[in-house]
């Protein structure tokens, strides 16, 4: 099963960007390309959302509340899925998860803390 580990989180004024990033170990590029990737956060108080997500063939969907805001790529030959940040606001705010799923695979990262904040 692919292990996953995010990156690039922490604190940003409002208005700001970031990028996480989301690196996929313990398989190979072509399995890799394989996997649905999809990224995910909890506010405190919340449930577990879904951000974005990108498929094999590299069809994305998003959330309606980061349309036009964020980006979801993926990078097969890195194994790692990316996410751009741009404009963002306090409501934002939340532990940000990588999720990978193949047939009966689903993996989660331990996720990366995003504050959006003056």
């Known amino acids: 099963q692919v292990q996953l580990v995010e990156s690039g989180g922490g604190l940003v004024q409002p208005g700001g960007s970031l990028r996480l990033s989301c690196v996929a170990s313990g398989t190979s590029g072509s399995i890799f390309r394989l996997y649905a990737m999809g990224w995910y956060r909890q506010a405190p108080g919340k449930q577990r959302e879904l951000v974005a997500s990108?498929?094999?063939?590299?069809?994305?969907n998003y959330a309606d509340s980061v349309k036009g805001r964020f980006t979801i790529s993926r990078d097969n030959a890195k194994n790692t899925v990316y996410l751009q940040m741009n404009s963002l606001k306090p409501e934002d705010t939340a532990v940000y998860y990588c999720?990978?799923?193949?047939?009966?695979?689903?993996?989660w990262g331990q996720g990366t803390q995003v504050t959006v904040s003056s």
């Open positions: 990108i498929n094999s063939g590299g069809t994305t």
């Open positions: 999720n990978g799923q193949l047939a009966k695979f689903d993996s």
